[in-house]
């Protein structure tokens, strides 16, 4: 199973492809935690994203792209992938298909998680991230077990530079300028699936599941 979720910041993206990658047994292969990632162990690359990322700005499209080709190309790949958080602009669009095209590994299905604003804005403020594993928790919807602790790993949760007011406005304008578009892009290539992503995570989990039965991409 091979699949790209398209969707605004809070559209809950990150959620789906963490539940879904272990009922699955696909890589849930998210930029933003890869670049997050980067930026705690403060390599060069980190280094060169962090300010982009804090602001709500896109990191430069060469920097993403080899990332990702790069995860592709790893043996593991073949298992089958969730991309959460890329492609974000037509060029990534085009390298990806041209990247999965080189390793015979072409694309099922772009899910677009469509979302109304109140819906992204009452997520994204109540959203919180675990620093170490990089585990996405919400303080209403998907609490932790232990208040402002991780269950994976006991450490203390934080909220994203990003989610702050400011960079939340940025994020949504550059997801409409830029983003959205691919939209598009998939739906004339006959890819696209589009679903209700104001639903919650464990009724929508139910919908996807059927979907890829449906589509004959799972048999559980
Ligand atoms: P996310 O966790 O997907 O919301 O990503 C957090 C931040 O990482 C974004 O606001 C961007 O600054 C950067 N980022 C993640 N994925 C991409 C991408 N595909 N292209 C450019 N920047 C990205």
Request: glycine letters at 6%.
């Given at each position: 199973?091979?699949?790209?979720?398209?969707g605004p910041p809070g559209a809950g993206k990150g959620t789906h492809a963490q539940v879904l990658s272990k009922d699955l047994g696909v890589l849930h292969?998210?930029?933003?935690?890869?670049?997050?990632?980067?930026?705690?162990?403060?390599?060069?690359?980190?280094?060169?994203?962090?300010?982009?990322?804090d602001d709500g700005k896109l990191v430069p499209d060469k920097v993403v792209i080899g990332l990702v080709a790069e995860r592709l190309e790893r043996p593991d790949a073949h298992m089958g992938f969730i991309l959460d958080g890329f492609p974000r602009t037509?060029?990534?669009?085009?390298?990806?298909?041209?990247?999965?095209?080189?390793?015979?590994?072409?694309l099922?299905?772009?899910?677009d998680f469509e979302t109304s604003l109140p819906m992204i804005i009452r997520r994204l403020s109540g959203r919180r991230l675990c620093p170490k594993c990089n585990k996405n928790y919400h303080v209403h919807n998907y609490p932790p077990k232990k208040e402002g602790m991780c269950d994976v790993c006991g450490s203390t949760l934080?909220?994203?530079?990003?989610d702050r007011v400011e960079a939340i406005e940025n994020r949504l304008k550059i997801y409409k300028e830029v983003t959205e578009p691919l939209i598009q892009y998939y739906k004339t290539s006959g890819r696209l699936v589009q679903l209700d992503g104001d639903i919650d995570v464990a009724p929508l989990n139910i919908i996807l599941m059927n979907l890829f039965r449906e589509k004959g991409l799972c048999r559980k």
């Open positions: 199973m091979r699949l790209v979720f398209l292969i998210s930029t933003g935690d890869m670049l997050r990632d980067s930026v705690k162990a403060g390599t060069p690359l980190g280094l060169e994203a962090k300010k982009n990322m037509p060029e990534q669009a085009k390298a990806l298909d041209e990247e999965l095209k080189m390793l015979q590994m072409p099922d299905m772009a899910l934080v909220q994203r530079p990003d």
